[in-house]
């Protein structure tokens, strides 16, 4: 049972590159959710999907670009990454009915 | 929109103790809630949730929530505590219906430090 699988685990990218997180579940979710973790301020939803297709900004979407490729896979773009992008990254999945959340075990990234 | 309010950014307690960590929300619509709890260098895992019926919702871990739509709370607590349950929780809520996806949006979490 993989649930949510997130690439890569850990990243530490320089000023001004750029790079694609990548997020897929297995459990047939409509929506899915990219998250930015950063201490004391908890878990802020950068963006989110409703459906294949169909993508939508959450509280933080600046400096972001996010694919949903299809109803397995929904990716986070980076790309111009500065160091206030440092964060840990969740991915998270959830079904028609809208309510549990299945989250993957994070991207730990680091902008220098 | 929805938001969500935790006031208490770290918890101590000591081991076997009671807790309460509280959660407030702000909804002008029917809500879900939930506890979520994420131990070091881990996801978020689910601890309960209360989409309707009865307020109070038990959860894993012994750990139990109550909803309050009156004072727009849904605090959780365990009433003997151990030193694994140390971590940090995390309230979130979404919009209390199907259809669209909605947004679930979390509180800035609680670290509950449980001390031997």
């Known amino acids: 049972n993989a649930g949510v699988t997130q690439t890569p685990k850990f990243q530490v990218l320089k000023t001004g590159q750029s790079m694609t997180l990548q997020c897929a579940q297995d459990?047939?979710?409509?929506?899915m959710y990219w998250y930015r973790q950063d201490p004391g301020m908890g878990l802020r939803l950068i963006y989110y999907?409703?459906?294949?297709?169909?993508?939508d900004k959450g509280e933080v979407p600046n400096g972001y670009n996010v694919s949903r490729l299809n109803k397995r896979e929904f990716s986070l773009r980076l790309e111009s990454a500065a160091p206030s992008q440092t964060s840990v990254y969740f991915c998270?999945?959830?079904?028609?009915?809208?309510?549990?959340?299945?989250f993957g075990q994070g991207t730990r990234l680091t902008v220098v | 929109a929805q938001s969500v309010t935790q006031l208490d950014s770290q918890v101590p307690v000591f081991e076997e103790a009671p807790v309460e960590l509280r959660c407030n929300y702000s909804?002008?619509?029917?809500?879900?809630l939930f506890w979520y709890v994420q131990y070091p260098n881990q996801g978020l895992q689910l601890l309960l949730k209360?989409?309707?019926?009865?307020?109070l919702v038990k959860g894993i871990n012994g750990f139990e929530a109550e909803f309050n739509k009156s004072q727009t709370s849904f605090h959780l607590r365990k009433p003997s505590v151990h030193i694994s349950d140390t971590a940090e929780y995390f309230c979130?809520?979404?919009?209390?219906?199907?259809?669209?996806?909605?947004?679930?949006?979390f509180g800035t979490g609680t670290l509950l430090a449980v001390q031997p």
């Open positions: 459990m047939n979710h409509n929506s």
């Open positions: 209360y989409l309707s019926g009865s307020t």
């Open positions: 909804s002008s619509v029917s809500v879900y």
């Open positions: 998270a999945s959830r079904d028609r009915a809208n309510t549990e959340a299945f």
């Open positions: 979130a809520v979404s919009r209390g219906y199907g259809g669209a996806t909605n947004k679930l949006i």
């Open positions: 999907s409703a459906s294949e297709g169909t993508t």
